[in-house]
């Protein structure tokens, strides 16, 4: 205690030096929160917090003009001779008083159609004039909770670290981020440099509060971090949104400013509701005041999201800059309701850097040596929004406990309560845990991994697992054994595996394994055994058709430089046919015309194997080339960032060698490109083409030749970029050559947000076309068109595409229905 009040009583000594502080409230005197602070005409201010404080330092004595802004209020102007520090200065802002002059009145034209056309026009020319700066960027992340559960989902929530009081009310999260950001237009480039960073309660914290995914930009069409929410000034913005003037007033030098009232045309479409505030004759932004819902950001479980930003003018560029901004948002997810508000402050611009070829490079983010490590000295003099009380207090609370709980005898006493061994536990699994020393020990159990297929019957699964990390940059190493045991086949078919890796920047990773298994005849495993669990047991289809391996691996992998990525793998096995041995099953045995045999060759050959028992050897080398890569350098870690405007290239070469037949031997080359388009307002488009050769076509093995990712389901549970939708298991396979190809466009709202009543579901539109081109067979097309986004409220998570394809002039269609994943 006497610690926390030493720390506490040094805060307020160090930032009783500041310049200038002072309290802003309204005329109720309520506290205002993430006003804009600054120096008249100049670059040079700050943000008042959530109490209402603020400090505005400056390098000396004399006269100022000091400005008060915040949306909803008029501006307020104080001049001030300031002689000594610090010194105090509170404003009392008033509520903005609009007028709606006679002529916007009486006018036939909507003058609010008219300013937003004109603010479109002259996008281009207004952000020009910032086309290129460095600034000071200042963030804090803040998240509370009112009565929070004991537990979620099963799992304790603790008390989130101590923030929580007696009702479990309080913070759960706060961070702060101070770094230097460098922008240019053309050709549009972003870096930050992270001088400061903390989270409360833990060690070296890195928040995730990174500027350039922070900046939402009302200049572009679409707001790219809000699942792209078409922007209020937006080239086509006029298609989404109605206007209404709801009317003017000055700001304190003299600027006319529009205040504009923004309605969704279609409340299902991706955009904001609110106000936005446009300056007269500039047609720049003044100031945001928005609002949208979880359902539009395509994140369920946000009620709400709040953007507040406020623009202020610079002499130097005779343009309007962004100062300030803030995203509030609450989350509801059973009875869980946690609570947020994010903030931001740029000052310091600088328009005239010195950029040369080397400032901006891949790696959009760096950190300063020491940047999660400093004091509380140095975060007081550096921290441009004064803390609040409460902020105070769980920072100085988080840190006196956050020594308390890395002890050992704390450590091993949070082990004891989870160590607890429960009744289910030999059924569901047990994990035992030594946090001090940074290992664990974890027993699977089969009740989730009892699956059933014609050959093994009912069969399942147990296996532990030893973790051992090493280090906070991600060397750990881990081992481990699988036992599979099928009821109807009687065989017990263990695994090994040991695995290493050496850091979380180019992560090296070897493993190496052992053991006994089934995989099935295609590698990319087109049937998941969940699928093929239903279709067995309730319609008789036994789709998986698998054999057995006894094998050793051994591979490894690397990103060997930024955004090229190397692996490789050497295999010896033993791979003999399997039969089927069970004929079970719920549905009548001439359902579907009964099972098929395992033989993927011939389904009705159930004497037959479709390949003789043999050794081989397998060598694969692979690279992947992702052009471009940006990437993220944390103190710990390297964190790749998507969204590179070049498709992701992989090569890979295998070697089939050493088996006793040569004909069984072979050499195979395939490639793939892939890649995701943000298309803005009107959509997203995406495509995977992969294709591959033998150099030389032999009688090989079957599961050895080149296949493709077939579907019989209704439900598919598989990847719909690199799976066609109505093609037959293992009716497309080569020992010579093939290119297959996937393309899908989700147009989101952009077509059926235009139909009157079809609107009002808030479906996306979403068409897709396959192709598969084989050596010694026909082309086959899959064409389809669907719904995405179907659902109810905020949980829309199912997708309906209605396919049909071609093959030889024989058509065929259906409907398959999925989840509605990322992947899919």
């Known amino acids: 205690m006497k610690k926390i009040t030493l720390l506490f009583l040094l805060f307020t000594i160090t930032t009783s030096l500041a310049q200038v502080k002072g309290t802003i409230t309204n005329t109720k005197d309520e506290p205002l929160s993430s006003v804009s602070i600054y120096i008249d005409k100049t670059n040079k201010g700050t943000t008042s917090n959530n109490n209402g404080k603020y400090v505005l330092e400056l390098s000396k004595k004399g006269k ?105 009310s309080g913070i759960i999260y706060l961070s702060e981020t101070f770094s230097n950001i460098s922008f240019q237009k053309k050709p549009k480039k972003f870096k930050e440099n992270i001088v400061a960073s903390k989270v409360s309660g833990q060690d070296r914290g890195v928040s995730f509060n990174r500027a350039e995914d922070s900046k939402i930009d009302l200049y572009e069409n679409s707001i790219e971090i809000f699942n792209n929410l078409i922007s209020p000034i937006s080239t086509n913005a006029f298609s989404y949104y109605k206007y209404k003037l709801e009317g003017t007033f000055y700001d304190p030098n003299g600027k006319l400013i529009n205040k504009i009232k923004l309605t969704p045309k279609r409340k299902g479409d991706r955009v904001f509701e609110g106000f936005i505030y446009i300056v007269e004759d500039d047609w720049a932004v003044y100031g945001a005041d928005l609002t949208t819902t979880g359902a539009q950001v395509n994140i369920p479980i946000v009620n709400s999201l709040k953007l507040k930003q406020s623009y202020n003018y610079s002499d130097e560029i005779a343009g309007w800059v962004l100062r300030t901004q803030t995203i509030d948002f609450d989350i509801k997810l059973f009875s869980f309701k946690p609570n947020g508000k994010f903030s931001y402050a740029y000052s310091k611009y600088d328009f005239k850097p010195n950029f040369n070829k080397n400032t901006f490079t891949n790696e959009v983010l760096t950190f300063e040596k020491n940047a999660t490590e400093k004091d509380s000295v140095y975060w007081n003099k550096l921290r441009p929004v ?99 045991y099928g009821f109807s086949d009687k065989r017990v078919r263990p695994t090994f595996y040991f695995t290493k890796k050496w850091n979380n920047f180019s992560r090296p990773r070897l493993t190496v394994f052992a053991g006994v298994t089934t995989p099935q005849f295609n590698d990319k495993e087109p049937i998941t055994k969940l699928n093929n669990l239903f279709s067995s047991l309730l319609d008789r289809l036994n789709y998986l058709k698998i054999y057995e391996k006894q094998f050793t691996k051994i591979s490894y992998s690397e990103e060997i430089k930024n955004g090229v990525y190397f692996s490789s793998s050497l295999e010896f096995a033993k791979r ?43 060598l694969n080398v692979g690279v992947t080339f992702v052009i471009g890569q940006k990437y993220l350098s944390y103190p710990n870690r390297k964190t790749n960032v998507g969204g ?87 009716k497309f396979y080569t020992n010579d050559k093939y290119v297959e190809a996937h393309a899908q466009h989700n147009f989101r709202g952009a077509i059926l947000g235009k139909v009157p009543l079809l609107n009002k579901l808030n479906f996306h539109l979403v068409g897709g076309v396959k192709g598969l081109f084989m050596a010694n067979k026909k082309p086959y097309t899959e064409v389809s068109v669907g719904l995405g986004n179907v659902g109810f409220g905020k949980w829309r998570l199912l997708r309906i595409d209605y396919v049909r394809s071609n093959y030889g002039g024989i058509s065929n269609d259906g409907f398959l229905f999925r989840l509605n994943l990322p992947f899919n």
């Open 644 to 730: 590179s405007k070049f498709p992701r290239i992989n090569v890979q070469y295998t070697k089939r060698f050493g088996a006793s037949n040569s004909e069984l031997n072979s050499d195979l080359l395939t490639a793939s490109l892939r890649q995701n388009l943000n298309a803005g307002n009107y959509g997203a488009f995406e495509y995977n083409i992969r294709g591959g050769v033998f150099l030389k076509k032999k009688n090989i093995a079957f599961m050895d030749k080149l296949q493709v990712s077939g579907n019989q389901f209704t439900i598919p549970l598989n990847n719909q970029l690199t799976s066609f939708g109505l093609l037959d298991y293992y």
């Open 64 to 168: 100022y003009t000091i400005i008060y802004q915040f949306l909803g209020y008029e501006t307020v102007k104080k001049e001030v001779n300031i002689t000594s520090f610090p010194f105090e200065l509170n404003a009392k802002l008033k509520e903005e008083n609009v007028v709606l002059d006679e002529i916007s009145i009486s006018t036939k034209d909507n003058p609010a159609n008219t300013i937003i056309r004109n603010t479109i026009d002259n996008k281009g020319k207004n952000t020009d004039k910032y086309a290129n700066y460095t600034a000071k960027f200042y963030s804090r992340g803040l998240i509370k909770i009112d009565d929070a559960p004991e537990s979620f989902l099963g799992e304790s929530l603790g008390d989130f670290g101590g923030g929580l009081d007696s009702t479990r």
């Open 386 to 484: 004064p803390l609040t009380k409460e902020e105070t207090k769980d920072y100085l609370i988080k840190d006196s406990i956050k020594v308390v709980r890395k002890s050992k005898k704390y450590l091993d006493s949070i082990d004891a309560k989870g160590n607890k061994f429960g009744l289910l536990d030999p059924l569901m699994g047990y994990s035992y845990r030594n946090s001090y020393e940074n290992k664990s020990f974890s027993y699977h159990g089969p009740l989730l991994r009892t699956s059933f297929n014609t050959v093994q019957g009912l069969n399942t699964s147990a296996g532990i697992r030893y973790f051992k990390q090493l280090n906070k940059k991600g060397k750990w190493w881990t081992a481990g054994a699988n036992v599979n």
């Open 576 to 618: 003999k046919p399997l039969f089927n041995t069970t004929n079970y099953s719920f549905a009548p045995q001439d359902k579907n015309g009964g099972y098929t045999s395992n033989n993927p060759l011939d389904p009705t050959d159930f004497t037959n194997a479709a390949f003789e028992t043999h050794n081989i050897a397998t």
